[in-house]
Structures are given as C-alpha cells and as structure tokens.
C-alpha cells in the first residue's frame, strides 16, 4: 500500500499518491458510474488506505469534482496562433482523452444521477466541461481578432458547434478517423470564416 511519508511534523503529501487516487477515481467511475464509485473502492484502487483519501477529500462528490479537475488540466495543447490548427488540436485531445477515460460514460453516469444529486452535475460542468469550452473559445476570439472569423461571431454557439459533433459522433457511434478533428473544424469554419 503507497501511502503519504511521515515527517518529523507530521504527514507529508505525496503527490504520486494523489495521482493515484485521481486517477483510481477516474477508472471506477468510468466503469461503475457514480452509483459503483465508493471511497472504499478508490482507496483499493489507488492502494491507499481509506483514511488517506478521506484526508484529502470529504466526500465521493469532492472527490468526483478533483478526479474531473485533474482530466482538465492535463491534455491542452499549446496554441500555434492558427484558429484552424488550434481548434482541431482542442477537439482531437478532447477526442482522445474522453476516448483514454471513458469520458462519455463519466458525463452519462453524472446525467443520469442528476435527479438525485444536482451536485454531481455541478461538479462536471465547473471541472471539464465549461473550462474546456473557455479554451475553445479562447481560440475562437482571437480568430475574431486576427480577422480570421468573421466579426459578429457568436462565440459561445460556435463553440456549442464543436464541442457538439463529439458528443453527437459518439451517441451514433461515428468512428473517429485520424482526420476527424479536422474535418469537423473545416466544416464549422466554412460557416464562421472570415
């Protein structure tokens, strides 16, 4: 079991034990939904005690909102300055990170449990999902801005547009091809170009 190593003052925070439990997180929820995700299970996952992630986390819904943090903050490409290349960079990581987490299965499982726990739904969208879609409008906006897309843009529909094919390609099964993020932002730019 990998647990925090003790100081002269106390327990001192491993960050490799942190990943883990994220990541433990990340697995079981992916796997079980929110309903099979225990703090139990986490800690067996990650081989951690229980006690270990209870210190770091109050509850499974703390813990679901950090596991969603820690997917957020890995996987960004750094811009080029080329709103064309960038959003396609964007798409396909997002793309490629729901398909390496099961990503499509965390959001299913956190609808799903919407009815009874508003909070889940919450934890989602402040973790992943809005702060995805600031990156991609970020993009977008400096496309406005370099006179690459047009000037009366509706920022947040084009982004609606993007984000939008993944999860519709995903739900009628359309395979990802290694040209897929990019034909998807050629068509959206077709209609929001300059």
Known sequence: MVEDKRSG??????PAVEVAVLEAAITILALEGVAGTSM???????????????TRYPSKSALIGAAL???QVDHVPEPTGAARTDLAALLG??????????????VGSCLAAEPRSRELLDLIRASTLLPR???FARVLRAGVDRGE???????????SMLVG??????LAGVPADPGWATSVVDDVLRGIGA
């Open 9 to 14: 003052r106390g327990r001192v925070r491993d």
């Open 40 to 54: 139990d299970r986490v800690a067996a996952e990650a081989g951690v005690s229980k006690v270990t992630v209870y």
């Open 69 to 71: 943090t820690h997917l």
């Open 93 to 106: 990581a997002m793309r490629r990170q729901y398909d390496e987490v099961g990503g499509m299965s965390i």
């Open 133 to 135: 879609r600031r990156q």
């Open 149 to 159: 897309l047009r000037a009366d843009l509706d920022v947040e529909r084009a982004t």
């Open 165 to 170: 094919v993944l999860y519709a390609d995903h």
